[in-house]
């Protein structure tokens, strides 16, 4: 297989204004407000910007490694039930950022995407970004979602 080294997103990064992930049945909704995040679930609270932004900024930083042609098993690669869904709402009005993460690795791919139902595509070099371990600020650390 030879890289196809491709941005998943074109552009040269994302901006965005609200952002969804989901996780199994674990799930968080973060929106911008001029430079500060606020939280709207799984509770409503100030967001993390540092730990939001680096999402964003690792979403905007997927290089495809290869298209996948022909008849997929959606199951095989981790797509039938996404291990991670992530919505991200362009601040500039652009089509929204759909992606769908599987949860299988092999080899020297780290995992298998797709974006808006389409046509699915193996990802090196990084992992799938990680939902912030603490989505909301400082105040509130200690509270669990």
Same mark, same amino acid.
Do not use: C
């Given at each position: 297989?030879?890289?196809?080294?491709?941005p998943v997103v074109d552009g040269t990064g994302i901006q965005a204004?609200?952002?969804?992930?989901?996780?199994?049945?674990?799930?968080?909704?973060?929106?911008?407000?001029? =430079?500060?995040?606020? #939280? #709207?679930?799984?509770?409503?609270?100030? +967001?993390?910007?540092?730990? @939001?932004?680096? @999402?964003?900024?690792? %979403?905007?930083? @997927?290089?495809?490694?290869?298209? #996948?042609?022909?008849?997929?098993?959606?199951?095989?690669? +981790? #797509? =039938?039930?996404?291990?991670?869904?992530?919505?991200?709402?362009?601040?500039?009005? +652009?089509?929204? %950022?759909? @992606?769908?993460? +599987?949860?299988?690795?092999?080899?020297?791919?780290?995992?298998?995407?797709?974006? =808006?139902?389409?046509?699915?595509?193996?990802?090196? =070099?990084?992992?799938?970004?990680?939902?912030?371990?603490?989505?909301?600020?400082?105040?509130?650390?200690? %509270?669990?979602?």
């Amino acid at each position: 297989m030879g890289s196809i080294n491709k941005p998943v997103v074109d552009g040269t990064g994302i901006q965005a204004k609200e952002v969804e992930i989901e996780a199994g049945e674990d799930s968080i909704r973060a929106v911008r407000i001029g =430079d500060a995040w606020r #939280l #709207l679930s799984p509770m409503e609270d100030v +967001g993390d910007r540092d730990h @939001l932004e680096a @999402l964003v900024s690792d %979403l905007g930083a @997927l290089r495809i490694e290869e298209f #996948l042609d022909g008849e997929i098993d959606s199951a095989a690669i +981790g #797509l =039938d039930v996404p291990e991670y869904s992530v919505v991200v709402v362009r601040s500039d009005g +652009g089509e929204p %950022l759909r @992606l769908e993460l +599987g949860a299988i690795r092999e080899s020297n791919i780290d995992f298998f995407p797709r974006i =808006d139902q389409a046509e699915a595509m193996a990802v090196d =070099d990084m992992g799938p970004p990680d939902a912030p371990d603490s989505p909301h600020g400082p105040e509130t650390e200690g %509270l669990s979602p």
